[in-house]
């Protein structure tokens, strides 16, 4: 634990100075997004987190739960996320560059002196994993900032996909949501219930941009019939402020989507295909998006070619609770986005080891192209 946390702040430290080196450590010179935060602002936040959660020993993200002060000034005033509205992040008197990392290894050193000390079960260590699990989410979100922002990121290394096909599952029972034991679980991921899983068909891997550019040369943005109400909505929307198009030339296919230029190779999974995006591939592909209760059945299976991790994968499950759910210690993580949110299954690229987990359920709003995040289709 006491690596894994050390390793988690130190890569976070290397993402900020690629922000850094471009002169984006101060807010007031970034981009005011409603897909990102200020640098400076999510560093200061993460090193909040893990104060707040051991150090503070908080027994919940409610503003007064906390049962000691913060190391650093109005902290509270300026890195919960509960209480400091998004817009706000940019106008906030934040710390300098300088005095953020100063913060970041003061917890961190606390952190670890603490640790040492703690004793070794579930209840001792939770928040401990709640703050690395924290970190190494917001170390995705830092690569996927540096990327709307244009800047360059460190290379991670990527899987090699194996041959497409097709999966044929007879169905079964499925007991979905984990019950309480050894580890560490995020809140909407308790909850254990029985669930009936239809036979199905599934690829083994993920839609390539070899596959989406045929959906695209065929028209598939220009023919409703493939998209949903909300669908054509967002498309109008967008084909207004910043239409998306692919061009090829003698190098090779391009995509120019919403300002983010890059060469495909096309036997790569397409990536930052929205929810919409992903419907309307399935429904020229006359498939569907696999439900997560199928997705988790064929990732489960230890069937060896269901191929999973390179990219988040779209769903055709709403982000609801399970039965008898709780919210824990981490309020704000998923009561509040129950019913407006769609579930994504897997990992990508960018997501720590300790992190993958077939029964992880990730969770942004159908829109959201900008994450790493592919779809792969279904059939009954």
């Known amino acids: 634990m006491a690596l894994a946390l050390t390793a988690a702040r130190n890569y976070t430290l290397g993402l900020f100075d690629c922000f850094a080196a471009a002169g984006l450590d101060q807010a007031a010179r970034v981009p005011q997004l409603r897909t990102i935060n200020p640098p400076s602002w999510e560093l200061g936040h993460i090193a909040w987190f893990a104060e707040w959660f051991i150090l503070r020993e908080a027994s919940s993200s409610h503003p007064l739960d906390a049962i000691k002060g913060s190391l650093l000034t109005c902290g509270d005033d ?18 300098s560059k300088g005095a953020l990392k100063t913060y970041c290894h003061e917890v961190l050193d606390r952190t670890l002196d603490k640790l040492s000390r703690v004793a070794n079960t579930d209840a001792a260590l939770y928040p401990y994993r709640l703050a690395l699990a924290h970190e190494d989410m917001h170390g995705e979100a830092f690569l996927i900032t540096l990327q709307t922002l244009g800047l360059a990121a460190p290379v991670l290394q990527r899987m090699p996909a194996p041959a497409p096909g097709q999966i044929a599952f007879p169905g079964a029972t499925l007991s979905m949501g984990r019950v309480p034991a050894s580890g560490f679980a995020f809140d909407n991921e308790m909850g254990a219930h029985a669930l009936r899983v239809a036979p199905f068909c599934i690829d083994a891997t993920l839609i390539s941009n070899a596959q989406y550019l045929d959906f695209v040369g065929d028209g598939g943005y220009q023919n409703s019939q493939f998209w949903s109400v909300q669908g054509r909505a967002w498309l109008m929307e967008q084909e207004r402020s910043a239409p998306r198009h692919w061009q090829r030339d003698a190098n090779g296919w391009h995509t120019v989507a919403f300002g983010r230029p890059g060469t495909l190779a096309l036997h790569d999974p397409v990536r930052h295909i929205n929810l919409y995006e992903a419907q309307a591939y399935c429904a020229w592909a006359g498939r569907r998006l696999a439900t997560e209760a199928e997705w988790e059945y064929a990732a489960l299976s230890g069937h060896p070619d269901f191929f999973w991790g390179q990219l988040w994968e779209w769903t055709a499950s709403p982000f609801e609770a399970y039965p008898g759910f709780v919210a824990g210690p981490y309020r704000d993580y998923s009561a509040p986005w129950f019913g407006t949110h769609q579930v994504l299954r897997g990992a990508s690229f960018a ?30």
């Open 351 to 380: 997501t720590p080891a300790r992190l993958r987990s077939p029964v992880m359920r990730n969770f942004y709003t159908p829109e959201r192209d900008d994450i790493f995040a592919g779809l792969r289709t279904c059939a009954c």
């Open 78 to 95: 300026l890195f919960d996320s509960g209480t400091v509205a998004h817009r706000s992040r940019w106008t906030l008197d934040l710390p």
